[in-house]
């Protein structure tokens, strides 16, 4: 994970690092904070970020449970944390096709699903909040600072190398070139979200996951809006599962919340364990919003922002041991959302607070870099492990049979037997095997965008606000650089054209006119992950570009 290099990189040494600046991380570090000023303790505490500033990544859904909050600030009212929305009402509707619908009674809805003293919030603006909270209590916080590189010294995690600043495609060193520093801790905290890129080869060369079922996942795909202040009703949270994703045999569901100012959340989450590879997660979404109970809630209004990101959908039967030598593993980069739920965020939260309890403990006691041998007892103590066993079935049930009996099965379990079954389900395929050949499925056809509702990828990255400097290393590496062309095209079709919410990957014709080749157009990618994941042959793998680069999302 770490080769020894020439370059002369300067050094900052901390006690504890945490590498990603989201609900978990940020949770970790105000938390070791609180612990060292109760106890008269003096510690260095540093989170890295590598948007351009804490928020700019941030993407969930997001009904927000506030059970983690407070815990860590139980007077987040008085301190202006940014929950101004409580949920009013839960509708839940059974999209059966395009035109039409059935609202589910609330009697039959798994009780998981009732947002009863919930928040509809930007998660963005509560990590922007929990950052100011960490500063004041003394956390350096570092955004535009990619973690590229995990330093690891006689099998111990010792820290992270950010990224160089400064390189050009070919490899050279630009005019300002600066070798990324090391950072280096007693204890470090990986808490990057979902498949992070660091977090998934420490999974790899610690055998984190050995004897679990593999990670699954979904890509949600997201956008705000401005709607017609005649139908905006604050607090309404509306969920849909059936229409688009059942004509393709896919499972996932899709959200609309409305928000303060105005202001509506629509989205489709599609689980990546889908088979037809014909099938574009964004057009399903693009065909989801000309839905007449969708529909209703757009007309008349203004799309003003564009995001996707993958989610950890594998739930307890998939989650990895979260200690190593010299760090933990913590919220959506160890897979802690809890998809019955649908929600991840207080549970990353919460896992972020166990962690920083376990860490400071292990400081006090004077140790540096041996494992935390004792975060698994705490964790299993915890309400966070009891959530996520209650719902270990969920996942699995809805990959198994469907949503429909899925969701009968969660109904059964939350709501009449009020726990879970004795026996546990299990989806032992991991999302990227379950392609089937692109001739043996049906091709899916998706309407022109009409630029009202509908809107073409381009355009739709473009009010993502992403960017990269073009002139860098492409940050989307291929294992087998002729392998899309040569394996996946005839076989698959070359499904990256399609997953791709961002049109990152096309299938072009050669300049010479010889025959095709992929062009990769790594300056849109969204940071989503859906590539390194649903890739058939997991030829992709995505590592960090430049830091500051990516998506700049305002209140998502």
Avoid at 131 to 148: D, H, M, R, T
Avoid at 302 to 324: D, T
Avoid at 453 to 469: A, G, K, M, P, Q
Wanted: charge should be negative.
């Amino acid at each position: 994970m770490f080769e020894e290099t020439n370059v002369e990189r300067e050094s900052m040494e901390f006690d504890v690092l945490i590498v990603g600046g989201g609900p978990a991380g940020l949770s970790a570090a105000c938390r070791v904070m609180q612990l060292a000023q109760e106890s008269g303790e003096e510690l260095t505490v540093c989170v890295v970020e590598k948007g351009s500033e804490i928020g700019a990544h941030i993407l969930a859904g997001t009904v927000f449970e506030p059970t983690a909050l407070n815990e860590l600030f139980p007077d987040w009212k008085e301190k202006g944390a940014p929950l101004n929305t409580p949920v009013t009402r839960d509708d839940i509707f059974l999209l059966k096709n395009q035109d039409s619908a059935t609202k589910i009674p609330n009697a039959f809805v798994p009780k998981n699903m009732h947002n009863h003293g919930n928040y509809i919030i930007s998660l963005g603006n509560l990590c922007r909040w929990l950052a100011e909270q960490a500063e004041q209590l003394g956390v350096e916080v570092y955004p535009g600072f990619a973690a590229a590189e995990t330093i690891v010294e006689d099998g111990q995690v010792k820290g992270i190398i950010t990224g160089d600043m400064g390189v050009a495609r070919d490899g050279s060193e630009k005019d300002g070139y600066m070798p990324g520093m090391e950072l280096r801790a007693k204890y470090t905290l990986f808490t990057e979200g979902c498949r992070g890129h660091l977090g998934k080869r420490l999974i790899n060369d610690f055998k984190l996951d050995e004897g679990k079922d593999p990670q699954h996942y979904g890509i949600g795909i997201k956008e705000l809006w401005d709607i017609d202040p005649a139908k905006h009703e604050p607090g309404l949270v509306v969920h849909t599962t059936g229409w688009p994703l059942n004509e393709t045999g896919s499972t996932g569901g899709s959200f609309l919340y409305h928000l303060e100012n105005g202001q509506v959340y629509v989205g489709l989450i599609t689980d990546l364990s889908y088979s037809n590879p014909h099938l574009s997660p964004f057009e399903e979404f693009q065909r989801l919003k000309l839905h007449p109970e969708i529909k209703k809630h757009l007309e008349g209004g203004k799309r003003v922002s564009y995001g996707a990101r993958a989610i950890a959908k594998g739930g307890y039967n998939a989650l990895p041991k979260m200690s190593f030598p010299g760090g933990l593993l913590l919220g959506c980069d160890a897979g802690t959302l809890n998809s019955s739920k649908i929600k991840g965020s207080h549970t990353a939260m919460k896992s972020g607070l166990l962690g920083a309890e376990a860490v400071f403990e292990a400081l006090k006691e004077g140790k540096s870099g041996e494992e935390i041998t004792s975060f698994q007892k705490r964790f299993e103590d915890s309400w966070l492990y009891k959530e996520l066993y209650a719902e270990r079935n969920f996942g699995p049930a809805m990959h198994k049979f469907g949503n429909v009996v899925g969701g009968a099965i969660a109904f059964f379990e939350q709501n009449i037997l009020r726990g879970s079954l004795p026996i546990t389900f299990h989806d032992t395929t991991p999302d990227y095997a379950t392609l089937k050949p692109a001739s043996e499925c049906k091709k899916v056809t998706y309407p022109k965008p009409d630029n009202t509702l509908t809107f073409d990828r381009l355009s739709s990255v473009f009010i993502s606000n992403t960017n990269h400097e073009e002139d860098q290393p492409v940050h989307l590496k291929l294992t087998d650089p002729e392998l899309p062309i040569r394996d996946n095209l005839p076989k698959y079709d070359e499904p990256a054209q399609r997953y791709c919410p961002a049109g990152v990957y096309e299938v072009v014709e050669k300049d010479d006119g010889s025959g095709k080749r992929f062009q990769i157009n790594a300056q849109n990618c969204v940071h989503c992950k859906t590539c390194d994941i649903k890739d058939p042959a997991q030829n992709i793998n995505w590592v960090t570009p430049e830091g500051g680069g990516g998506p700049n999302y305002p209140n998502m």
